[in-house]
């Protein structure tokens, strides 16, 4: 049983994210695991796994979505431009953020679908034409790139507002999580996703919607993208117009950290969860140490990639145990 559970692709990540903690917990002290300090990292990986379990899902069916550093944006920027500077409700500006996702997750699953140019170049292409588009029409519309909302105080406790050093969007993100779990460890959409990832053709032929489903998950990862900026434009209460280029690079390392390979066919919702914490852990808790923050970026490299490491092992035994690829539960 137990050899069992450390084939499994969230083990790899389930153990890199006990030795990232208790590394910090050490070096960094016992400041390190009070709450303050624990809904810090938590509120972090809130905001990044809405958008990278979505996007992991994308790579585990052999597709990337690098277009959400643009999308994510664009969440905020919509709410704000209806709610803020046209001074609608803040419900109109809502919908239409989320709205706008789903348009651009259609266009890029259209594309894909359509053109068979590989999703990245696809993506790509939609993230510079999105950053312009929203950043002329800011200008155009508003005369200025930055946007002021205020939202009433029962959406703010909804989607934004921290209680005890927690954000609220720790809990849409356990919701999602459970969701997206169902979606792909229980219902037999999760079979399809992994077999898209291990040979699409082959899966075309068992008979497998896999241009519907590659729409979808396209879809997917674009409403979560927007949803979170939203989340983020309600809370701060001001939007600037420039994309999100880091949190592209954040959520692949995120997804890869948590045992899901850029080839697709391997990985599970649990591990991206574990991965996204793992990322949260090692990017908050280096400002608990006594590191000289000019080495940040390479304490906070070497530890990212001992857990891939740690992970590329596992997965390798997962492999090496049968045929059998991914993490259906």
């Not at 969860?273 to 006594?290: E, K, L, P, S």
Request: aromatic residues 12%; hydrophobic residues 55%.
């Amino acid at each position: 049983m137990f050899a069992g559970l450390l084939r499994r692709p969230e083990a790899g990540a389930f153990i890199g994210l006990l030795g990232v903690t208790l590394f910090f917990a050490v070096v960094g002290g016992v400041e390190f695991l009070y709450p303050s300090s624990i809904g810090s990292w938590l509120s972090r990986s809130a905001t990044l796994g809405i958008i990278a379990i979505p996007v992991g899902l994308l790579m585990i069916a052999g597709e990337l979505d690098i277009s959400v550093g643009a999308t994510i944006t664009a969440g905020a920027l919509i709410t704000a431009l209806v709610s803020g500077f046209y001074e609608q409700p803040i419900v109109l500006g809502i919908l239409a953020a989320l709205a706008f996702g789903a348009m651009v997750g259609l266009v890029n699953g259209y594309l894909v679908v359509r053109t068979g140019v590989p999703s990245f170049i696809v993506t790509l292409g939609t993230l510079f034409a999105v950053s312009g588009v929203l950043l002329g029409a800011t200008v155009v519309l508003t005369g200025t790139t930055s946007i002021a909302i205020k939202a009433p105080e029962i959406v703010k406790t909804v989607f934004g507002m921290y209680v005890g050093g927690f954000q609220v969007l720790i809990l849409w993100w356990l919701a999602i999580t459970g969701a997206f779990f169902f979606f792909m460890h229980v219902s037999p959409y999760g079979n399809w996703i992994f077999a898209m990832g291990g040979d699409k053709d082959s899966a075309r032929n068992a008979g497998i919607p896999t241009d519907r489903m590659t729409i979808l998950l396209f879809v997917f990862s674009s409403v979560c993208a927007a949803f979170v900026c939203m989340s983020q434009a309600v809370l701060f209460q001001s939007v600037q117009a420039t994309p999100q280029l880091t949190l592209i690079f954040n959520t692949i390392i995120a997804v890869v950290v948590g045992g899901v390979l850029l080839t697709g066919g391997f990985g599970s919702v649990i591990g991206i969860f574990f991965g996204t914490i793992t990322f949260a852990v090692v990017t908050q808790g280096i400002y608990y140490t006594d590191f000289d923050q000019t080495w940040s970026n390479l304490v906070i490299g070497i530890l990212l990639l001992g857990a891939v490491l740690m992970n590329n092992t596992f997965r390798k035994m997962a492999l090496s145990a049968g045929p059998r690829k991914g993490g259906k539960a």
